[in-house]
């Protein structure tokens, strides 16, 4: 049974940082493609960044990157995404996943998190 619940969710001011957690349990974590989707309201779920199971690979919306970072402890069993600069349209119910490769990751298959809410302030 794998189990991903996510953290360091909240409420920040435009242009400030958070960071948000997920750590996992119950599989191989270090052989899994790990990544972050995010819901805003009345929007469908996007795949926001991904993660290689080494590390050595990174993936990042569009509308993330160079404000966004993804990063991976293997001996923690925990994936992070430092978010900087935030702006209110990050504004959205932020999901770990988890997949066996990254082409499943991308697609939204596998393992998911029940969700941490940022929200961004103008």
């Known amino acids: 049974q794998v189990q991903l619940v996510e953290s360091g969710g909240g409420l920040v001011q435009a242009g400030g940082s958070l960071r948000l957690s997920c750590a996992a349990s119950?599989?191989?974590?270090?052989?899994?493609?790990m990544g972050w989707f995010r819901q805003a309201p009345g929007k469908e779920r996007e795949f926001v960044s991904g993660?290689?199971?080494?590390?050595?690979?990174?993936y990042y919306a569009d509308s993330v990157k160079g404000r966004f970072t993804i990063s991976r402890d293997n001996a923690k069993n925990t994936v992070y995404l430092q978010m900087n600069s935030l702006k209110p349209e990050d504004t959205a119910v932020y999901y770990c996943?988890?997949?066996?490769?990254?082409?499943?990751?991308?697609?939204?298959?596998?393992?998911w998190g029940q969700g941490t809410q940022v929200t961004v302030s103008s």
């Open positions: 993660i290689s199971w080494s590390g050595g690979s990174t």
């Open positions: 119950g599989r191989s974590f270090s052989s899994s493609a």
């Open positions: 996943a988890e997949a066996v490769n990254m082409a499943r990751l991308k697609a939204g298959r596998d393992y």
